[in-house]
């Protein structure tokens, strides 16, 4: 309202100025103040209404307008349960959700008791909390199991000594093979050959020498022919 009304005219009201509100009919000489919110709105603040804040995911408003807000530091399983510090503010602090033996399923987002391994004629492997159920084993599956990989690690030290032998088996044996080669040529040894050593057969003999005669004939009769050849070049020249 800028000025009352009196006889003569009306009461002179004026649009509230920018960050301020009046949500309801008044006589004020002033608007009221747009909250100021911490991590913004979730209804914006106009002339004629007041707005809400609001906080983002992950926290939690500290007073009644939720101007200012806390983050939430609750775990699966816990809940936040308020703490009133007066002058319109609050904190929190985190409880379990699930009271005595229960546990929180966070699928199904509810409390479930754990399991009572014994009542089942099983051993609890690991106790329930406050998040998961109790794990529960069968004690003659798990002897079992146990006596199975006993026998799988035995097969198999047995398996891999046996490769382990065979191969150096085969290395050996080839090793010695190749010794054995290279001393039994070193032992052979290729006597010289001299052609005084061969002796010839009577035949033999006979052949050669005749063999040697007919070459020296054949010798001579060239040079018979050539001499003959130099003398008729000579005479006609």
Same mark, same amino acid.
């Given at each position: 309202m800028k000025d009352f009304c009196s006889e003569t005219r009306e009461t002179d009201c004026r649009a509230c100025p920018e960050g301020t509100y009046a949500d309801h009919i008044n006589a004020f000489d002033r608007c009221n103040k747009c909250p100021s919110c911490q991590q913004g709105f979730a209804e914006n603040c106009t002339k004629t209404t007041k707005g809400n804040c609001q906080c983002r995911p992950g926290f939690l408003c500290s007073d009644k307008s939720c101007s200012l807000c806390e983050e939430n530091k609750c775990s699966a399983g816990e809940e936040p349960k308020k703490i009133d510090l007066g002058n319109g503010s609050y904190s929190y602090k985190c409880e379990f959700k699930c009271p005595g033996n229960n546990f929180f399923d966070a699928k199904e987002d509810t409390c479930?008791?754990?399991?009572?391994?014994?009542a089942n004629k099983l051993?609890?492997?690991?106790?329930?909390?406050?998040?998961?159920?109790?794990?529960?084993?069968?004690?003659?599956?798990?002897?079992?199991?146990?006596?199975?990989?006993?026998?799988?690690? *035995?097969?198999?030290?047995?398996? /891999?000594? #046996?490769?382990?032998?065979?191969?150096?088996?085969?290395? @050996? +044996?080839?090793?010695?093979?190749?010794?054995?080669?290279?001393?039994?040529?070193?032992?052979?040894?290729?006597?010289?050959?001299?052609?005084?050593?061969?002796?010839? *057969?009577?035949?033999?003999?006979? /052949?050669? #020498?005749?063999?040697?005669?007919?070459?020296?004939?054949? @010798? +001579?009769?060239?040079?018979?022919?050539?001499?003959?050849?130099?003398?008729?070049?000579?005479?006609?020249?």
């Open positions: 479930k008791p754990w399991t009572l391994c014994g051993v609890e492997k690991t106790p329930g909390n406050k998040t998961h159920d109790a794990v529960c084993i069968d004690p003659q599956g798990d002897r079992r199991d146990h006596t199975n990989a006993h026998w799988i690690m *035995s097969i198999g030290f047995v398996f /891999l000594s #046996l490769t382990l032998f065979l191969f150096m088996f085969y290395v @050996c +044996s080839k090793n010695l093979r190749r010794n054995q080669r290279n001393s039994v040529a070193s032992k052979i040894s290729v006597p010289a050959v001299k052609t005084s050593d061969f002796h010839l *057969s009577k035949e033999e003999s006979g /052949l050669k #020498l005749i063999i040697q005669d007919e070459f020296k004939d054949c @010798c +001579s009769v060239s040079q018979l022919d050539s001499s003959l050849f130099h003398k008729e070049t000579t005479c006609s020249v």
